[in-house]
């Protein structure tokens, strides 16, 4: 009977430290966990994988190489509009976008937003700290040809248990002299989540 | 060391300190330096000499602004208009470019509408606890509930218990 006492106090004991004891374990980003149902890295990638297939294959690519006798288009990156029901960071995907870009070679990225402005200021401190042959001159910089804005839109459906979430994003390319609308890409995501 | 200036090009338009000039020059001249002063001529001025200068001038100035103004095939003329209030306002409006901007709205789920009711329930019940127990601390002498007055059930002006015939 003693045994018997120490054996289950034993697994007892056991339990509970495994069951108190946090597990942190490497998974690939590749891999879909889906927990709460909210947006997660799966869609984010879903997303990049398909923009990227679309923006390049697209029509407006090889219209403009023609016009302008080879030459790649320059792209600047701008808004990213969530206007969804979730927090949901763009620039996961939008980042993705921008390094298949400078990968393919196909198109030309500038700088844009916050990261434009420090290195605006590190050009204007050049101006008197670097030596006249390093120093960078302002004035240089190359004009994009096109602008990269999207947005993000969702609709939720529940009842009791029962919940539908869609998200759409999109994501549009618009000339920049012209403001034509020349590519809009998009990416459906729906999501049937029963608790 | 000899150093040949006009009068108004050493000391600007006035000939400030130029009445002692052996004073100024004698340190100088102990250093081998020796400043010779030049009286500058005097200028005529006439009309034949300033008119080429003006219609260059004038020729210059009106090249430039054509070159401002210059329009490309089927340009609006009044885009300095636009250009102009967006000059003004370009920095603000390109300085969070590469972000998401976050507009979000509050999705309708049952199970948090529920869990939320229920942390208000919570929260007002403890607000309620908290509330009671500051009353019972606090001395209110127009409210004493020690001497019976006011609140109390034998002054309370909506009954009137203390004035109706008891059956004792």
């Known amino acids: 009977m003693k045994k018997f006492t120490l054996l289950f106090a034993m697994a007892v004991l056991l339990f509970t430290i495994n069951s108190c004891s946090r597990k942190v374990s490497r998974v690939s980003p590749d891999e879909q966990i889906d927990i709460s149902g909210r947006w997660n890295n799966t869609d984010s990638r879903l997303t990049a994988e398909q923009m990227i297939g679309d923006i390049l294959k697209a029509n407006w690519f090889t219209n403009f190489m023609q016009a302008k006798q080879g030459q790649k288009p320059v792209l600047i990156c701008g808004f990213v509009d969530n206007k969804s029901h979730e927090h949901i960071e763009a620039e996961t995907f939008i980042k993705d976008l921008e390094q298949s870009f400078i990968k393919t070679q196909k198109?030309?990225?500038?700088?844009?937003?916050?990261?434009?402005?420090?290195?605006?200021?590190?050009?204007?401190?050049?101006?008197?700290?670097?030596?006249?042959?390093?120093?960078?001159?302002?004035?240089?910089?190359?004009?994009?040809?096109?602008?990269?804005?999207?947005?993000?839109?969702?609709?939720?459906?529940?009842?009791?248990?029962?919940?539908?979430?869609?998200?759409?994003?999109?994501?549009?390319?618009?000339?920049?002299?012209?403001?034509?609308?020349?590519?809009?890409?998009?990416?459906?995501?729906?999501?049937?989540?029963?608790? | 060391m000899i150093i040949q200036t006009h009068q108004n090009n050493v000391f600007g338009h006035g000939s400030i300190g130029f009445n002692n000039i052996a004073l100024f020059?004698?340190?100088?001249?102990?250093?081998?330096?020796?400043?010779?002063?030049?009286?500058?001529k005097k200028y005529h001025y006439n009309m034949k000499n300033s008119i080429p200068i003006l219609f260059l001038s004038s020729c210059i100035s009106l090249s430039s602004l054509g070159q401002a103004r210059q329009l490309v095939a089927d340009q609006n003329p009044q885009y300095m208009q636009s250009q102009n209030k967006y000059m003004a306002m370009a920095d603000s409006l390109t300085a969070?470019?590469?972000?998401?901007?976050?507009?979000?709205?509050?999705?309708?789920?049952?199970?948090?509408?529920?869990?939320?009711?229920?942390?208000?329930?919570?929260?007002?019940?403890?607000?309620?606890?908290?509330?009671?127990?500051?009353?019972?601390?606090?001395f209110d002498p127009y409210n004493n509930q020690y001497y019976?007055?006011?609140?109390?059930?034998?002054?309370?002006?909506?009954?009137?218990?203390?004035?109706?015939?008891?059956w004792w």
């Not at chain 1, 990261?115 to 004035?139: C, H, I, P, W, Y």
């Not at chain 1, 979430?165 to 012209?178: A, C, F, K, P, S």
């Not at chain 2, 020059?25 to 500058?40: E, R, S, W, Y």
């Open chain 2, 96 to 138: 969070w470019h590469a972000t998401t901007l976050q507009n979000t709205y509050k999705a309708y789920d049952f199970f948090e509408a529920k869990a939320e009711r229920k942390a208000e329930r919570r929260d007002f019940r403890r607000t309620l606890r908290l509330e009671r127990a500051r009353r019972l601390n606090y």
């Open chain 2, 25 to 40: 020059n004698a340190p100088l001249t102990a250093l081998g330096i020796k400043i010779v002063i030049f009286k500058k």
């Open chain 2, 148 to 166: 019976n007055n006011r609140n109390s059930f034998w002054y309370n002006p909506y009954n009137n218990f203390q004035y109706r015939r008891r």
């Open chain 1, 107 to 195: 198109v030309r990225l500038v700088q844009a937003g916050k990261k434009r402005e420090e290195l605006r200021g590190e050009r204007a401190d050049q101006q008197t700290n670097a030596s006249v042959s390093t120093m960078k001159k302002f004035g240089m910089e190359v004009g994009a040809d096109y602008i990269l804005q999207g947005s993000i839109n969702s609709i939720v459906d529940s009842h009791k248990r029962k919940k539908v979430v869609y998200y759409q994003i999109n994501l549009e390319l618009t000339d920049m002299q012209t403001s034509e609308v020349v590519w809009i890409g998009d990416k459906k995501i729906a999501k049937y989540v029963k608790n």
